[in-house]
C-alpha cells in the first residue's frame, strides 16, 4: 500500500444514510459448499428485503467473478484475493447503509474472519448453508463436481481442496433439512432481533 494515501473523511456518515433508509446497514455472508443453496436463500432473501422496502444488494460469486475478480483463478492465493476485494466491496455497500447479501464459498475460515473485521460488530451476519457433500454433489447445478470428479477442474471445494466449516456462526441453515423459506424467515428473524431492520 503506498504512503501516500489519505482517506477522506466523509460529510455523510453511515448513521444519515441509516436514518434516510429506515434500517441499518449490514452484511450477510453465506458461505457453504457449492450447491449447497447460497445463491438460492441470497436472492430470495433479497427479494424478500425489496419487498419490506429494504435496501438490498446481492454479491454472487460468478457474477463477481464475471467483472470484478475475471483476473483471478482458484489457486489458494487466488481465492484468498477474492474474498478479500468482496469483503472490502461488501462493507463499502453496508456503509453505504444497504443490507449486502454475498453469496461465496469461501471456504477459508481466515478469509471469512478478515471479512468479518472490516464492519462493526454486529453488522457481519455469517450464515452458513450446510449440505453434506453427497447431497450438494447429486444437486450439481453447473455440473462442476462431475467435472471435478473427472479431473477436468482443478483444486474443487470438497473434492480435492477443503472447506473449513464457520465455527460460530450467527445462523446455520441446512438445506438438506429445510427449505429456503424456512432459511429466509430466519435470517429475517435474526435480523429484526439484531435491529437491523
Request: glycine share 8%.
Amino acid at each position: 500500500m503506498s504512503k501516500n494515501i489519505i482517506p477522506h473523511d466523509f460529510s455523510v456518515d453511515s448513521e444519515m444514510r441509516e436514518k434516510l433508509n429506515g434500517h441499518r446497514g449490514a452484511v450477510i455472508w453465506c458461505t457453504g459448499l457449492s450447491g449447497s443453496g447460497k445463491s438460492t436463500i441470497a436472492h430470495e432473501l433479497d427479494l424478500q428485503l425489496n419487498r419490506r422496502g429494504v435496501h438490498s444488494y446481492v454479491l454472487d460469486g460468478d457474477n463477481v467473478r464475471a467483472g470484478l475478480n475475471r483476473d483471478l483463478g482458484f489457486s489458494a492465493a487466488d481465492r484468498e484475493e477474492n474474498i478479500r476485494r468482496i469483503g472490502e466491496v461488501a462493507r463499502l455497500l453496508a456503509d453505504a447503509g444497504l443490507v449486502t447479501v454475498t453469496a461465496f464459498i469461501s471456504p477459508y475460515r481466515r478469509d471469512r474472519d478478515r471479512a468479518r473485521a472490516l464492519l462493526p460488530e454486529g453488522r457481519f451476519i455469517e450464515v452458513y448453508v450446510k449440505c453434506p457433500l453427497d447431497v450438494a454433489e447429486s444437486r450439481d447445478p453447473k455440473g462442476l463436481y462431475k467435472k471435478a470428479r473427472a479431473g477436468e477442474i482443478e483444486q474443487f471445494t470438497g473434492v480435492s481442496d477443503p472447506y473449513e466449516e464457520p465455527l460460530r456462526p450467527e445462523i446455520i441453515s441446512d438445506t438438506s433439512r429445510e427449505d429456503t423459506a424456512e432459511a429466509i424467515e430466519r435470517i429475517l428473524t435474526y435480523l429484526e432481533s439484531e435491529e437491523i431492520l
